[in-house]
Structures are given as structure tokens and as C-alpha cells.
């Protein structure tokens, strides 16, 4: 419910604009960083939002290049504040000068609330792993820290 009422006696249009947001989640917009050697790069809003709770794949080609740090490339999902994701899977794939394509295997997964999701994240199409923006988590997104 929306109540508006009058604040001075001047008559005019006003605009309301109203934004809702699903507090159930059922996707939501983690923000994709990527580690460049020195830094998180933000690579963008990765929008996974489906009202009807149906799984949606995302295909993002980053534009940052990732540097490879004792073994690993590192990327960073961290969630929008006004939204909620569960994410069920993670897959990594390398696109060669050769236009060949390999998948890269994930090897660590931690959870900034959580820890440890990598077992979630590698096998499982129903065990999700929740995350949380600043206005559900006190002021703080939850993010997940990615090697591959």
C-alpha cells in the first residue's frame, strides 16, 4: 500500500516512482569482478533474475584479462545490495587463440558468510548457494571468491 498526501497547499503533477524488489530472491544480479594482477576489476552486472525461479545461464566473454596468480586465475561474484542469488553452478571456459574452447576446472569457492562452497558450486543443480546484498545483510553483500 501507497498512501501520499498533500504538503502545502500548491496544486500540481507529481511523479511517484516505485521500484519492488522479490525479498524470495529466485535469481537475482551478482556483480562478476576479475583479478588482473593488482586488483579486483569489475566486469560488470551479470543479471540471473528470473521471477518464475527457473535456472538462468549466463555466458559473459570478460573484457578484463585475468592474471595467473600461483597457479590460478581468480574472479570475484559479489551480490547486487538490492538483491538475493542462488547460485547452483559455476563453469569456467577458456576460449584459445585457435577459437578452441576448454573448460577450466574450478578449485576454490569460498563464501564470505559461508566458507567453503566449492562442493555446491562443482556438483550440484539443487543445492544452492544463497547471496546477499547489502539491504538484506546488514549493510554488507555477500560475495564468493572464485579460482579456476
Known amino acids: 500500500f501507497i498512501r501520499v498526501r498533500i504538503y502545502d497547499d500548491t496544486h500540481g503533477f507529481y511523479n511517484l516512482y516505485v521500484s519492488v524488489y522479490d525479498s524470495s530472491g529466485g535469481g537475482g544480479c551478482p556483480i562478476l569482478y576479475v583479478y588482473n594482477g593488482s586488483e579486483y576489476v569489475c566486469e560488470g552486472l551479470l543479471n ?4 518464475y525461479g527457473v535456472d538462468v545461464i549466463t555466458n559473459h566473454t570478460l573484457v578484463t584479462t585475468p592474471a595467473w596468480v600461483n597457479g590460478a586465475y581468480r574472479l570475484r561474484l559479489v551480490e547486487h545490495p538490492q538483491t538475493i542469488s542462488h547460485i547452483d553452478q559455476v563453469k569456467l571456459y577458456a576460449i584459445l587463440a585457435d577459437e578452441s574452447v576448454i573448460k577450466l576446472p574450478l578449485i576454490w569457492a569460498w563464501h564470505s558468510e559461508y566458507g567453503n562452497v566449492l562442493p555446491q558450486l562443482l556438483f550440484s543443480d539443487e543445492w544452492k ?5 547489502a539491504n538484506w545483510n546488514n549493510g554488507t553483500s555477500q560475495s564468493i571468491n572464485l579460482k579456476s
Do not use: K, Q
Open 129 to 133: 548457494v544463497d547471496e546477499y546484498g
Open 48 to 51: 540471473i533474475h528470473n521471477p
